[in-house]
């Protein structure tokens, strides 16, 4: 197997653990000393235990998650995903929102830094919305 290919399956895993939920299975595929910029400029997450704690938030503040890859583009030691994501808040809004991650591996094939590009603002001020302020009701 190519390490290209091997990296195309970590990145299928990624997201597949992504819209499965599953914080461990997503964990798996992080090196011990990775590193999230997610999304860049907020503060980094570091290593297993800041990646847990950071996606375990993100889920938090969602009944339904995930993120689907819309194009792969890969090279030996990294990859690039554009993707969409969508949600439905723990408010009852539904969400759509878009962005690339940028992945970087270790020779072991795990993920040694990620860089996600999306606009986090209007994600969190939609989740921030209360339900029946826009009519809508849960």
């Given at each position: 197997?190519?390490?290209?290919?091997?990296?195309?399956?970590?990145?299928?895993?990624?997201?597949?653990a992504l819209r499965s939920n599953n914080?461990?299975?997503?964990?798996?595929?992080?090196?011990?000393?990775?590193?999230?910029?997610?999304?860049?400029?907020?503060?980094?997450?570091?290593?297993?235990?800041?990646?847990?704690n950071f996606l375990s938030g993100v889920?938090?503040?969602?009944?339904?998650?995930?993120?689907?890859?819309?194009?792969?583009?890969?090279?030996?030691?990294?990859?690039?995903?554009?993707?969409?994501?969508?949600?439905?808040?723990?408010?009852?809004?539904?969400?759509?929102?878009?962005?690339?991650?940028?992945?970087?591996?270790?020779?072991?094939?795990?993920?040694?830094?990620?860089?996600?590009?999306w606009d986090a603002a209007p994600v969190?001020?939609?989740?921030?919305?209360?339900?029946?302020?826009?009519?809508?009701?849960?």
């Amino acid at each position: 197997m190519t390490t290209t290919h091997f990296n195309a399956n970590v990145v299928a895993r990624f997201y597949a653990a992504l819209r499965s939920n599953n914080v461990e299975l997503w964990l798996s595929n992080f090196a011990a000393d990775a590193i999230a910029h997610d999304p860049v400029g907020a503060p980094p997450h570091y290593g297993h235990s800041g990646l847990r704690n950071f996606l375990s938030g993100v889920l938090a503040q969602f009944e339904t998650f995930g993120l689907t890859e819309n194009d792969v583009f890969h090279a030996p030691q990294g990859a690039a995903v554009k993707w969409t994501g969508r949600g439905r808040g723990r408010n009852g809004r539904q969400i759509e929102f878009h962005g690339i991650d940028v992945f970087e591996f270790d020779h072991d094939g795990k993920i040694l830094s990620l860089k996600a590009y999306w606009d986090a603002a209007p994600v969190m001020a939609t989740l921030a919305a209360s339900s029946s302020a826009h009519g809508e009701t849960t």
